[in-house]
């Protein structure tokens, strides 16, 4: 593996965590209504879908016989856009634009929200709490699963998960210290480069576009990294300037 394997592996591993950290919340608001055998078969429920959706759509890609670039191409363009999501949040959070994300007030809102329900509906909200984290882990692994390996991608997606359980198991409360947003804007700029390399490259060429080949990688990462600070401090300096002091 070269560096631009571990770099998405990192990448998979880093947003998985996050991932599977808003669905261990969830899970453990759940465990704490209806119990922990009821919740963790929930929640083990939908990640054998996450699972089975990986597996079915690496297989079917990997089945398509066509020109690897329009392949890449297409899945940087994805990545573009899929990262532009997360790179926009932790850049609206940095600037104070939006609320931090605090894993113990999403805690209580959920044991509010299920403090006099069924132990059906419990159970439904933990599965779907799950799935809907695991689906973004699903296309990650997926579109990063490509380059370093399908393999790869689902065993970095897995390590996260099994390392946001034990932590989640010693604490046993919600994983508030885990710095999500600084994570977040990691996440955001490693998909905006890796989107930005092989979509550009995938459709002109990498050679030509691209003459430094995987040594771009970090330069792009710098780049979308000091961007997005820039962008931050410039709404948050607007936000403290006399017009946001007048409102």
């Known amino acids: 593996m070269n560096a631009t394997d571990w770099g998405g592996l990192a990448t998979i591993f880093i947003a998985a965590g996050v991932e599977w950290v808003e669905a261990f919340t969830i899970v453990l608001a759940v465990a704490l209504t209806i119990g922990w055998a009821r919740a963790t078969g929930a929640a083990a429920s939908a990640l054998l879908v996450i699972a089975a959706l990986i597996g079915l759509t690496g297989f079917g890609l990997n089945a398509i016989r066509a020109d690897f670039n329009i392949i890449r191409g297409g899945i940087g363009i994805f990545l573009l ?76 997606a897995a390590a996260a998960l099994l390392a946001v359980v034990a932590a989640g198991i010693a604490v046993h409360r919600p994983l508030a210290a885990v710095p999500e947003n600084a994570l977040k804007m990691f996440v955001g700029c490693a998909l905006l480069s890796f989107g930005t390399f092989w979509g550009v490259g995938g459709l002109l060429g990498e050679t030509a576009t691209w003459p430094l080949g995987d040594a771009t990688l970090p330069l792009l990462f710098v780049f979308y990294l000091a961007a997005g600070r820039l962008i931050a401090t410039l709404v948050r300096q607007s936000l403290s300037g006399p017009r946001g002091a007048r409102a």
């Open 81 to 156: 856009l899929f990262g532009l999501r997360w790179y926009a949040k932790a850049i609206r959070r940095t600037a104070g634009r939006t609320r931090l994300h605090d894993e113990d007030a999403a805690f209580a809102r959920t044991r509010d929200g299920i403090g006099g329900a069924e132990a059906r509906v419990a159970w439904v909200v933990a599965f779907k709490g799950v799935l809907l984290e695991g689906l973004e882990v699903w296309l990650l692994v997926v579109a990063l699963g490509q380059t370093v390996g399908y393999g790869e991608a689902s065993a970095g």
